[in-house]
């Protein structure tokens, strides 16, 4: 994920911005730069890698001097991570770093080409530049209300303008961003820990509010031009709370971010009620030509291929196999051109799923990447690639990332399903709808975790677990007993529910409780039978249903309902309480959450 931050006081500047820089490393990022006011000029300098890179080419072209400026680490999203990609953006009169999305970019870009702009970069951020450059006439302020009217999604931005040395300006939209508050200096950062060595005083930016920052001032106008009186913060965490955001772990902080990680990754890909991903192997028009789907990935990537097999076949009449990767690569593969593989990954390093990825591309199928890291191997090999808009995610157990995985494989589903004539736009842009009000209620459903809590406290001694569930209930059980089992280390299986009784429901007792995922209408009763069995066996049960299902009050210990949607879109709701579940659990049984033991983050090894 970038960071922003951005300084004007008495000290040198480029040492507070590379100390700020260092302390958002964290987030993640494959590039870095700044901009600074040396002499009454704009100085940048950027550079692809780490922060020791970008030190390295200041002391090859001169560290720059000055008091007021502004920097960023960019995690990629759009264009790889390379110097010309990296920010700062803007040219010798305006510099500009950005957070987030922006969704129109191409549009704005192409409005910008006809007026004589010619684009370096391949980024979204270029375009806020340009059109800065395009509405400014003297007035900072006029100028940044004009682009954010005219661009759509999410961003953070730190503004410089040669006009005006000793100033920044900045504003938000859907990413974050903080004005640090000192005695005769001022900050911007997109996280605490960029500014807590020196101030822990801090404005909140809201929506679309403006900060404009000298050395003693500090002046917010909301979108009108009012100036606004604003509470000042105090942060009272350390530098560690600091990179969590406040949360004491990475993986409830990145349980917490999936709803905008989900609207990050569908909005910039769905124009008009259609998701549309411009590919260049792989035309919006070309969809409809494949005999079938192959998803191949590792792990909790792999269960998100399951959502997505269940999805295609459901809605676009499709045929889908899924595999693990490690199975696929050393397989005699039946597959050719007429054949899409689809390999998941959120690293995009992991070494079975790009071994998988090669060997499909070795029979001729064509490939495409889902993937979260801009310009990871998988990435650069697949004929084509989606990108996962997730952020960098920290914690080895992976959510939020599996939950975009998932949100690209309905917009693919739907992608299919037009282009075999089995939905209409009008259909495909209800359907896009009811994905972004899921990430609204996946939102509420994250302020009270308090029942999953209590239900975690009644089952963290077990010592063995099984999650039972039918169709997409059981891709979701899949991935609810992955996470309960490798950071809390109860041993725990998924299971067809309809499975158990050939031979595996012999080791169903009293010690071992059964958490049941029972959300798809069409099925219930017939997973509800196979709760019964269980519970004939002793079994403790916590039934996972629908908020408006008809349980028998016999039929179950414990009882989690979820908000209500059509059957299709319920994974995305029922994961989050399996989280949650896996989550509270291992916090009860006092393991590392985010360092599970023999696990790492990324799996390059064979
Ligand atoms: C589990 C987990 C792993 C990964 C798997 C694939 O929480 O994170 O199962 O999903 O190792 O990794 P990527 O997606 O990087 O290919």
Known sequence: ????????????????????????????YDSAGIAVFEEGEIRVVKSRGRLTDLIQRMEEEGKPSGTCGIGHTRWATHGEPSDVNSHPHGNESISI??????ENYMAVKAFLEEKGYVFESQ?????????????????????IRSVLAKIHGSYALGIIFRDFPGKIFATR?????????????NFIASDVPAILKYTRDYY????????????????????????????????????????????????????????????????????????????????????????????????????????????????????????????????????????????ISQSGETADSLAALRAAKEVGAHTLAVVNVVGSSIAREADDVIYTYAGLEISVASTKAYTVQVAVMYLLA???????????????????????????SMEAMLKDTHE???????????????????????????????????????????????????GTISLISQDVPVIAVATQTRIYEKTISNVKEVRARGAKVLLICKQDAVVDPEVADYILR??????????????????????YTTILRGCDVDKPRNLAKSVTVE
């Open 562 to 583: 979820i908000p209500v949607y059509d059957d299709i879109f319920m994974p995305l709701m029922t994961i989050v309480p399996l989280q949650l579940f896996a989550y």
């Open 123 to 143: 980024t979204d951020t270029e375009t806020i530049a340009k059109l800065l450059d395009y509405y400014y006439t003297g007035d900072p302020l006029k100028a």
């Open 204 to 343: 909140l930016l809201e929506q679309d509010e403006i900060a404009e920052l000298t050395a003693d001032s500090v002046t917010i106008t909301d979108v009108n031009g009012d100036i606004l009186s604003k509470e000042l913060m105090t942060a009272d965490w350390d530098m560690e709370a600091a990179e969590k955001g406040g949360y004491p772990h990475f993986m409830i902080k990145e349980i917490n971010e999936q709803p905008t990680a989900i609207v990050n990754t569908i909005s910039p890909r769905i124009e008009d009620g259609v998701p549309h991903f411009h590919l260049p192997n792989l035309p919006d028009d070309t969809f409809g030509r494949f005999k079938s789907v192959q998803i191949v990935a590792c792990g909790t990537a792999m269960h998100a291929g399951m959502i997505g097999k269940y999805l295609i076949e459901r809605m676009a009449r499709l045929p889908v196999n899924v595999e693990i990767a490690s199975e696929f690569r050393y397989r005699d593969l039946l597959l050719d051109k007429d054949d899409l593989v689809i390999v």
């Open 97 to 102: 770093v950005h957070n987030g999305i922006i």
């Open 452 to 502: 999953c809590q209590y239900y975690a406290s009644k089952f963290q001694n077990a010592h063995s677990l099984f999650f039972i569930g039918r169709g997409l209930d059981y891709a979701l059980s899949l991935e609810g007993s992955l996470k309960l089992k490798e950071i809390s280390y109860i041993h725990s299986e998924a299971y067809a529910a309809g499975e158990l009784k050939h």
């Open 1 to 28: 994920m970038c960071g922003i931050v951005g300084y004007v006081g008495m000290q040198d500047v480029t040492d507070v911005l590379i100390d700020g820089l260092q302390h958002l490393e964290y987030r993640g």
């Open 414 to 440: 739907i992608k299919f399903a037009l282009a075999r004539g089995r939905m209409t736009e009008q259909e495909s842009a209800e359907f896009c709808r009811t994905l972004f009000d899921i990430s609204k």
């Open 173 to 185: 939209k859907d990413s974050p961003l903080i004005v640090g508050v000192g005695k005769g200096e």
